[in-house]
């Protein structure tokens, strides 16, 4: 079965954001400033150096968001001229996450606290904040359904979040 975005979201409740403003750790404070002030970081013994604006960008973003893909390019082929990584150019990623993380601590106050009846939406921009939100919810022990790219059963997943009290989340 496949819905279309209209068919499926006119059966979700009517969209409320709550901002909530959460303070960083003290290391993702330390790490935030440094790669802003030096475009460079080493983290886990490892070292993240940033080219352009876009990258650092996105970088702070991933630090705010409690974690920091870390990624190495094994460089066998590279032509210059080309631009193109060969076929023997591998990249492999690795995700630091920082020991503290305030925003999830702030989610499971806001899903225990003035959500613990409602239905929620929780969104996520990159894997590495899935995987954090999901595991935190585990152990909350919170029944919860995900939706991210690739997903094939999403009608089905809708259809359980809007047709049972099974999840809120």
Same mark, same amino acid.
């Given at each position: 079965?496949?819905?279309?975005?209209?068919e499926?979201?006119?059966?979700?409740?009517?969209?409320?954001?709550?901002?909530?403003?959460?303070?960083?750790?003290?290391?993702?404070?330390?790490?935030?400033?440094?790669l802003?002030?030096?475009?460079?970081?080493?983290?886990?013994?490892?070292?993240?150096?940033?080219?352009?604006?876009?990258?650092?960008?996105? /970088?702070?973003?991933?630090?705010?968001?409690?974690?920091?893909?870390?990624?190495? &390019? +094994? =460089?066998?082929?590279?032509? %210059? $001229?080309?631009?193109?990584?060969?076929?023997?150019?591998?990249?492999?990623?690795?995700?630091?996450?920082?020991?503290?993380?305030?925003?999830?601590?702030?989610?499971?106050?806001?899903?225990?606290?003035?959500?613990?009846? /409602?239905?929620?939406?929780?969104?996520?921009?990159?894997?590495?904040?899935?995987? &954090? +939100? =999901?595991?935190?919810?585990? %152990? $909350?022990?919170?029944?919860?359904?995900?939706i991210?790219?690739?997903?094939?059963?999403?009608?089905?997943?809708?259809?359980?979040?809007?047709?049972?009290?099974?999840?809120?989340?």
């Amino acid at each position: 079965i496949v819905l279309t975005k209209d068919e499926w979201l006119k059966s979700l409740p009517k969209k409320v954001d709550r901002v909530v403003k959460v303070k960083m750790s003290q290391d993702q404070v330390k790490a935030y400033n440094f790669l802003t002030a030096n475009w460079h970081l080493d983290i886990n013994n490892k070292s993240i150096v940033i080219d352009n604006a876009l990258t650092l960008s996105c /970088k702070l973003s991933q630090i705010a968001s409690g974690f920091l893909y870390i990624d190495d &390019l +094994i =460089e066998e082929d590279m032509l %210059l $001229e080309n631009l193109k990584p060969s076929k023997s150019t591998k990249s492999t990623r690795e995700t630091y996450y920082f020991p503290e993380q305030p925003k999830l601590e702030a989610m499971i106050d806001e899903l225990k606290g003035a959500y613990r009846t /409602k239905k929620v939406l929780v969104w996520f921009n990159m894997s590495a904040e899935k995987e &954090l +939100i =999901e595991s935190r919810l585990r %152990l $909350e022990s919170i029944p919860f359904l995900s939706i991210s790219g690739g997903c094939k059963n999403i009608g089905e997943l809708v259809g359980l979040f809007n047709k049972t009290q099974d999840y809120r989340v």
